[in-house]
């Protein structure tokens, strides 16, 4: 599917009025073992850290559609280190809304102003088990006018995802995996510019695809 970002411009704002697709699409691309922590965190009380992401469209050099997926730098108390996932973090004091965090994070993290992303839907809230995160996830444009800047210790890579290859459904794939918690397991993934892209970013990926294919 290649289309060009002043098209996409036009068409993503009819998500605005969809339903979410919400934790039936997060399951598509929920491993066994995810099932089984949330099934067990459900019957249980938590008090959870809060944070927010974006999922951030943009324009290439060509003009084509692309989204930005970051690879974040390895740091051996974080359990979401070295793993591909969108600009964002931690709620913090001074932010007034989850979509605040979401803004001021990927202002943070990859240079983009809070004022040149517009941002089109809030999407489902996602609890991560290994790190007792519930994330709140958004998605948003950005024209493109000015280049990214990577925050150096937070951010290894920008991973710049072609729409194309997105909704491409043979990037969708089952790799076993070995995690710092699981050994040898099926995991259903997509398979982004080489990365294996899995867990809670798959699984917003999931919801996301499944917006933009009722309005692409």
Do not use: C
Request: glycine share 4%; net charge negative.
């Amino acid at each position: 599917m290649v289309m060009n970002f002043d098209d996409f411009s036009i068409r993503i704002p009819k998500i605005k009025n969809l339903p979410l697709p919400g934790e039936a699409s997060h399951l598509k691309m929920a491993p066994q073992f995810r099932l089984e922590e949330l099934q067990t965190a459900r019957k249980k009380p938590r008090i959870t850290k809060k944070a927010a992401v974006m999922a951030l469209f943009y324009p290439d050099a060509d003009n084509l559609t692309r989204l930005l997926l970051i690879l974040r730098k390895s740091h051996p108390k974080d359990v979401h280190s070295n793993q591909i996932g969108f600009p964002g973090g931690q709620v913090e004091a001074k932010d007034i809304s989850m979509m605040a965090t979401a803004l001021r994070e990927t202002h943070e993290e990859v240079g983009v102003e809070p004022k040149s992303i517009k941002v089109i839907k809030s999407l489902t809230e996602i609890y991560i088990p290994p790190s007792n995160f519930d994330v709140h996830p958004f998605m948003g444009l950005y024209n493109g006018s000015e280049p990214f800047l990577l925050q150096e210790t937070e951010v290894e890579e920008l991973v710049e995802v072609q729409l194309m290859d997105f909704m491409d459904d043979t990037n969708i794939f089952t790799e076993e995996m070995t995690t710092s918690y699981a050994s040898n397991v099926p995991v259903p993934a997509f398979k982004l510019n080489g990365y294996t892209v899995w867990g809670a970013t798959g699984m917003m990926l999931s919801e996301i695809k499944a917006l933009l294919q009722q309005v692409l």
